[in-house]
């Protein structure tokens, strides 16, 4: 059975909030605060505009999405959660098979307060990291889907601060003020996970953030979506149905991308992908750089999975609070008391796989899930390459490469995960990170191509428009003042 959506209200919804006074209300209270934040955050001239965006109305699979012009300050940041499933029950741990969980269980409310908190924070951070992108979009279509990307993550900020106001009391309060007051890169206040305090300096940045960091927000959304803990599940499987534009616009913007660069080659018949300057000179990114933005990326985005090896993961687990990727589809007791997984370790400074109780390595599974979720992407762009005749592969490094989380961390590690010298290690890093002078070289393509219809000079345009549109549609009718 659906909820009926409350559209009508300030803050859209489907979970009666007209007639949940206290909730009401201190969302009320909250949402100023968040609007100045968008508003402070977000160029000006950006907020004027009218944007052609998909707003969530429904949680109807077939039409929960309506498309139209809109400001982003007036967008419509609603709190929605899937439909609730008759009889539920916790998927896994020492509570499988019990009742789920319609209030928060007193003796897993830490934990489950920090979870949220956790998922909470990364959801503005990723707009700080993104605002300023706006103004060297490469087109209006990709200025659209950044905006789009943009204003959904602010719409998960609102589910998590929905879940700590409804469940959490003034503990609750503070931190829905807390994830606000939290900025990335800030010195004083970070945001809580790593990536989310790096730059998105360009445009390919953010297409590779979409797709390996945005897909870590996939994984752990299904993570969280098998929870126990009902109210979190649906909303997190709801949050799902957004996601997977966010990865779309990744993989694709890489591939468009990537495709460019072959054409210019082709037209300027160059053969070899390592005649960096000849191929910059086209005004297009070099497969390698392509390649040091992936490596720097995907590791980052590993990061992201915590210890290999966790007691946290193996506690929040075992309550029934955080499941596996695809917990219901898994053929096993879903208690895990008695098996084993295989994890990264080092021996003698060499990465070794060995066995550990499964319940431990609940992060590495999901990371495992996650690796095998993101090669499909690296396998399409690897076709895109091999059709315009070119020999280059892209590749995921190995995942000792880059690590600043987990077993890896304390050693230097190159791409095919050999351990390195410092010595080796300073001067291979040159071709397996992105470069200052590979972020200059990218910055001078920066610039804005507003016209629609038009795309930068080192991007391809897309196969097919947002909403069935046509190529020279106006995703963005800007208002520059
Ligand atoms: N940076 O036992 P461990 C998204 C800390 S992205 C800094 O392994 P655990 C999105 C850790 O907190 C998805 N610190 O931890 C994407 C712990 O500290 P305490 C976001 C880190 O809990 C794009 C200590 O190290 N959602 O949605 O097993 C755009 C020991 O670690 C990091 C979630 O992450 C790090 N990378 O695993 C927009 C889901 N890693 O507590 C949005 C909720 C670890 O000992 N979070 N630490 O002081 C979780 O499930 C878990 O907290 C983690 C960490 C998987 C993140
Ligand atoms: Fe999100
Ligand atoms: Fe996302």
């Known amino acids: 059975m659906l909820d009926i959506v409350e559209y009508d209200t300030l ?48 949680v109807d699979p ?13 967008y419509r940041w609603g709190i929605l959660l899937a439909p609730q499933v008759e009889d539920r029950k916790i998927p896994c741990g020492e509570h499988a098979g019990e009742p789920a969980w319609q209030e928060v269980p007193g003796e897993y409310r ?7 908190v956790i998922q909470g924070d990364t959801e503005p951070a990723s707009v700080e990291q993104q605002r300023h992108l706006g103004l060297t979009a490469p087109s209006l279509y990709d200025m659209r889907n950044l905006f789009q990307v943009n204003v959904e993550e602010g719409r998960h900020l609102w589910a998590m601060v929905y879940l700590l106001q409804k469940y959490f009391g003034a503990d609750g309060r503070e931190e829905a003020d807390d994830l606000l007051r939290r900025q990335s890169g800030s010195e004083e206040a970070p945001r809580m996970l790593g990536a989310f305090n790096e730059e998105t300096p360009d445009w390919l940045s953010f297409f590779m953030f979409t797709y390996f960091t945005d897909r870590d927000g996939k994984m752990q959304l299904e993570a ?44 300027a018949g160059i053969e070899d992908p390592y005649e960096i300057e000849k191929i ?103 076709k895109i390459i091999e059709k315009e005749g070119i ?16 077993v890896f961390s304390d050693k230097l590690f190159n791409p095919e995960g ?13 071709n397996w990170l992105p470069t200052h002078a590979d972020g200059d070289f990218i910055q001078s393509l920066m610039k804005p191509c507003y016209e629609p219809g038009k795309y930068a000079s080192w991007i391809a345009s897309p196969k097919v428009g947002i909403d069935n549109k046509p190529g020279d549609f106006e995703y963005v009718k800007l208002h520059m003042a």
Not at 62 to 74: N, Q, R, S
Not at 418 to 430: N, P, R, T
Request: proline share 4%; net charge positive; with cysteine.
């Open 62 to 74: 077939k039409g929960w999405a309506k498309f139209d012009y809109v400001k982003m300050p007036e």
């Open 224 to 267: 969280l979506a098998q929870s126990g803990f009902d109210p979190l599940s649906r909303t997190c499987r709801f949050m799902l149905t957004e996601e997977a534009h966010h990865m779309f616009v990744g993989e694709t913007g890489v591939g468009r991308t990537i495709q460019r660069t072959c054409e210019a080659m082709k037209e």
């Open 11 to 58: 803050i859209p919804n489907n979970v009666s909030l007209s007639s949940d006074r206290r909730v009401l209300k201190a969302l009320e209270k909250w949402h100023p605060g968040y609007i100045n934040w968008w508003n402070d955050l977000i160029p000006r001239q950006f907020q004027e505009s009218l944007v052609y965006l998909r707003t969530a109305v429904s």
């Open 418 to 430: 050999k351990l390195v010298s410092g010595a080796e290690y300073d001067q291979g890093a040159k």
């Open 110 to 116: 830490a934990m489950l307060r920090r979870l949220i």
């Open 280 to 382: 910059r000179a086209l005004g297009v990114i070099d497969l390698p750089t392509i390649q040091k933005k992936l490596n720097l990326h995907y590791t980052l985005s590993l990061d992201l999975f915590g210890q290999e090896v966790s007691t946290n993961a193996a506690n929040s687990f075992n309550a029934g609070i955080k499941g596996r990727y695809m917990e219901h589809r898994l053929d096993d007791d879903h208690k895990l008391q008695s098996d084993s997984y295989v994890v990264w370790q080092l021996e003698d400074d060499k990465p070794v796989q060995r066995e550990v109780p499964a319940l431990t390595a609940i992060n590495m599974r999901l990371r495992d899930d996650y690796t095998r979720d993101a090669a499909g992407g690296v396998s399409r762009w690897n």
């Open 391 to 406: 020999n280059f592969e892209m590749k995921l490094p190995h995942e000792s490469f880059n690590r600043k989380i987990g």
